[in-house]
């Protein structure tokens, strides 16, 4: 017999009010996949918060999330990648606070790529001075050709697929990384330009006859590596953004989470401090999870994906 999302909640021995706001984030997908689908593309009158032009999607997508979590009686806060402000809401300390990017590489719609969407759980109220080691669930969407989901409250990650006949979702997969695999999905390779470390590591990818597997979204990106049990997928910052470009809370910790959890690794790692001579004096390297979080729109590098092929590349890493 299929197993569905109902079915699985209801076998978990989660928290019956973690299974209402897991429930709440998982109907809204097919509500997102519809408006990929129908809804006129091409930019709103409007910026997000770091100042880049938002797409109609991007306002529709956030506000089908943010409309539905703030109705949820367990949810005691709210952030969202395309939101200058965490909104409260009204469960306090006894519910749960959902951090999210509503509709990852949404510049890829217009010319039809597969997009997504990302979301972290914490029990709690807000999210500063948090971990994504805290996390009590991830989940990420993909809409692609099928609407698909993978999500861990702890355990396996599970990946469950959309039936439109059905009106529900039924799980399609156990997602194990393994420790190797020669594929490599290079984002910012704009980096280049300034770390000539990263340009020796492509070389050793290529040379080492590694697949290239690269959209420009995190979502379709990862979930490849998560679907096809292993490789690596790298954003490092540069001398321009030495943090680059992707959010530690809407981003990188649900992507962190689900990896470790499937087996993978996900870490960062940058160039430290100018030395007297005015070249960088040390390379500091941690796991993603254990980066307390700061403010809401706070940057990383990340290399995540297979445990040895995340090593090989922070090997790279020179100051």
């Excluded at 978990?12 to 689908?37: H, R, T």
């Excluded at 969407?141 to 993978?150: C, D, E, K, S």
């Excluded at 590591?201 to 379709?220: A, D, H, I, Q």
């Excluded at 004096?281 to 403010?295: C, E, N, W």
Aim: glycine residues 10%; negative net charge.
């Amino acid at each position: 017999m299929e197993k569905t999302f109902v079915n699985f909640l209801g076998a978990s021995g989660l928290d019956a009010s973690l299974q209402s706001v897991l429930n709440e984030i998982v109907n809204v997908f097919p509500q997102v996949a519809k408006a990929l689908k129908t809804s006129q593309l091409g930019y709103a009158d409007t910026q997000n918060v770091y100042g880049e032009q938002q797409l109609k999607l991007d306002v529709y997508t956030n506000n089908l999330f943010v409309d539905a979590l703030q109705k949820n009686e367990h949810v005691s806060s709210l952030a969202s990648e395309e939101l200058e402000e965490e909104i409260v809401c009204g469960a306090g300390e006894d519910g749960f606070s959902v951090g999210f990017d509503p509709l990852d590489g949404s510049s890829l719609v217009d010319v039809n790529l597969a997009v997504g969407s990302i979301f972290g759980v914490y029990k709690g109220k807000g999210f500063i001075g948090r971990k994504g080691s805290e996390q009590v669930a991830a989940l990420i969407a993909v809409y692609g050709p099928r609407l698909t989901f993978m999500i861990s409250v702890g355990g396996e990650v599970l990946e469950f697929s959309y039936h439109d006949e059905q009106k529900q979702f039924v799980q399609s997969g156990v997602m194990k990384v393994a420790e190797e695999k020669k594929m490599f999905a290079p984002g910012n390779l704009r980096a280049c330009s300034s770390e000539e470390w990263y340009v020796k590591l492509l070389e050793f990818w290529v040379r080492n006859e590694y697949t290239l597997r690269y959209s420009g979204g995190m979502v379709p990106d990862v979930n490849q590596i998560l679907r096809k049990g292993g490789g690596v997928f790298t954003y490092p910052g540069y001398q321009e953004k030495p943090d680059g470009k992707l959010r530690l809370l809407y981003e990188c910790a649900p992507m962190a989470y689900l990896m470790e959890k499937a087996g993978g690794a996900a870490m960062y790692g940058v160039v430290g401090e100018k030395g007297v001579a005015g070249e960088a004096s040390q390379v500091a390297k941690g796991r993603i999870l254990d980066l307390p979080l700061t403010k809401l729109d706070q940057r990383t590098p990340i290399f995540l994906g297979s445990k040895k092929e995340v090593e090989k590349a922070l090997e790279f890493i020179k100051a």
